[in-house]
């Protein structure tokens, strides 16, 4: 069993920033592809960002540039540096894990960017 717990978000203006955490315990992460969501109100849950085991990374369009994936292995913990937010980029975000044949989810966690 994994648990996931995002944290990190909240209330900024357009243009702020924001650094969100996925702590994992239960199992190590450290050899999984670790992905970021995200998902607005009445949309689709959307890949925002992922890190492979070697640290490779992929970035949706809409956040290249902005954001950054990273991971800390050693903490067992995922994050997501946004930067130069947008009012678009307000979404719950979450955290996933897989780990074949299960699939894990954090709770997700509130981004909210005014203008």
């Known amino acids: 069993q994994v648990q996931l717990v995002e944290s990190g978000g909240g209330l900024v203006q357009a243009g702020g920033s924001l650094r969100l955490s996925c702590a994992a315990s239960?199992?190590?992460?450290?050899?999984?592809?670790m992905v970021w969501y995200r998902q607005a109100p009445g949309k689709q849950r959307d890949m925002v960002a992922r890190?492979?085991?070697?640290?490779?990374?992929w970035y949706a369009d809409s956040v290249k540039g902005r954001f950054t994936i990273s991971r800390d292995n050693s903490k067992n913990t995922v994050y997501l540096q946004m930067n130069s937010l947008k009012p678009e980029d307000t979404a719950v975000y979450y955290c996933?894990?897989?780990?074949?044949?299960?699939?894990?989810w954090g709770q997700g966690t509130q981004v909210t960017v005014s203008s």
């Open positions: 890190i492979s085991s070697g640290g490779s990374t």
């Open positions: 239960g199992r190590s992460i450290s050899i999984n592809r």
């Open positions: 996933n894990a897989g780990f074949p044949p299960y699939d894990y």
